[in-house]
């Protein structure tokens, strides 16, 4: 396997990701607000949900649940090099007035405090 980074602005490469992103949030978090007050509430939470919940579910796709599926692959998997990979990008920027800064035609919120200010990010 090889990641490969997705293009950007091409919402079509990332549906699996987005399709999991929204799996959780309706599946574990919905109407779960309530219970769901510190840090670790969402830590216990998700410790219980991927055990009880999504790891047993059966998949329709390959039908086995991910549970059966990672004694499959297991033997399969190598251990991570030791080294990081170097993903940063640097740019300089100016925030904007609105505390914004703008990096690949999108925007994003810093502190107020460093509005009107060049960075580096």
Known sequence: ME?????????ESKGGVENGVKY???????????????????????????DNVANVRLLDRIGQT???????EKPALRQLPSH???????????????????FDCNRYSVPPKFARQCWTS
Do not use: M
Request: net charge negative; hydrophobic share 40%.
């Open 66 to 72: 991910p549970q059966e599926r990672f004694l499959v």
């Open 3 to 11: 990641p490969i980074a997705c293009e950007a602005r091409d919402p």
């Open 24 to 50: 959780v949030k309706r599946n574990a978090l919905a109407g779960r607000d309530e219970e769901l007050q510190a840090w670790d509430d969402y830590r216990h939470l998700a410790i219980d949900w991927r």
């Open 84 to 102: 990081g990979y170097n993903a940063d990008e640097f740019v300089i920027t100016h925030v904007r007035s609105t505390a914004q800064i703008e």
